[in-house]
């Protein structure tokens, strides 16, 4: 019996269909539809075929119980503490399934193994040589080239509200205390601060700033500005396609 299945490639899927010649699959829905019943040494199992949409009831002499993988204890802190995502399943999320299958969003991290996903050995291994190659490459340059792109605070302005911290998809903001000296007093401000290592200029701090105190690197609002005024002024040409 079995409630779903992840088959991860090609390999996986003729196995599959090779076991059917020798074994019964049935689906079930819901753990708490089956009942499992010790009697004169015998399992009597019974629950709802989803497939069929029948009720199976048979007695059997061994029961064998296999769960489902989960990740790691620790995973979600681990995450946290890298500034990696995680998916719905609470496994570790690659930065694109086929454009980047081994790297983070943040770079010079890597994924490979069970991590990422339950997985056979062999693929297991494969994305372990890339993630191992990734991981060579930088430390043959022996730097990171970050993104050109991103934001930064007008400590000015910046009146320490914290709300860019909690839409910041990849943790590349953080809250630092500097002190500033007003006449004859001392006072401690908390201000926003950017980690450009981190920051990928997503743009998402800039918009959620109320008061406007953040800003993009070749993308700032006086940029942008600009080019919504000179919109009108540009000859728009119709051109029409056979």
Same mark, same amino acid.
């Given at each position: &019996?079995? $409630?779903?299945f992840?088959l991860s ?8 269909r090779?076991?059917?010649?020798k074994?019964?699959?049935? $689906?079930y829905? !819901?753990?708490?539809d089956?009942?499992i019943?010790n ?6 199992? +019974?629950?709802k075929?989803?497939n %069929?949409?029948t009720?199976?009831?048979y007695?059997t =002499?061994?029961?064998?119980l296999?769960?489902? /993988? ?5 995973t979600e802190?681990?995450?946290?503490l890298?500034?990696?995502?995680t998916? @719905? ?14 790297d983070?969003?943040?770079e010079g @991290?890597?994924?490979c ?5 339950p997985k056979?050995?062999?693929? !297991? ?6 993630a191992?190659? $990734?991981? %060579?490459i930088? &430390?043959?340059?022996?730097?990171? *080239?970050?993104?050109?792109?991103? +934001?930064?605070?007008? *400590?000015e302005?910046c ?7 909690e ?5 590349a ?6 002190? /500033?000296?007003m006449g004859l007093?001392?006072i !401690?401000?908390?201000?926003? $601060?950017?980690v ?9 701090? #800039?918009?959620e ?6 800003d993009?690197?070749?993308f ?6 600009? &080019?919504i005024?000179?919109?009108? !002024?540009?000859? @728009? @040409? =119709?051109?029409e396609? #056979?």
């Open positions: &019996m079995y $409630r779903e992840q490639d090609l390999n996986a899927e003729n196995l599959w090779g076991l059917r010649k074994v019964t699959y049935e $689906r829905r !819901s753990i708490d089956i009942k019943i009697e004169n040494e015998n399992f009597h199992i +019974s629950y075929n989803v %069929a949409q009720k199976i009831e007695n =002499d061994l029961l064998i296999a769960t489902p /993988k989960i990740p790691a204890d620790g802190q681990l995450a946290k890298l500034k990696v995502a998916n @719905i399943d609470g496994f570790f999320l690659e930065a694109d399934a086929k454009l980047r299958p081994i983070f969003a943040t @991290i890597f994924l193994g069970g991590a990422h996903w056979w050995i062999g693929e !297991s291994i494969t994305q372990a040589y890339g191992a190659g $990734r991981a %060579a930088i &430390m043959v340059k022996g730097e990171i *080239e970050t993104e050109c792109i991103t +934001s930064y605070i007008n *400590e302005k009146i320490g509200c914290a709300k860019c911290i839409v910041c998809p990849y943790n903001i953080e809250l630092i205390d500097i002190n /500033k000296e007093y001392n !401690s401000l908390r201000k926003a $601060r950017i450009n290592a981190v920051c990928k200029g997503c743009g998402a701090c #800039v918009v700033c109320s008061v406007g105190a953040i993009q690197n070749h700032s609002k006086f940029q942008i500005n600009k &080019m005024d000179l919109l009108p !002024s540009l000859d @728009i @040409i =119709d051109y396609f #056979v």
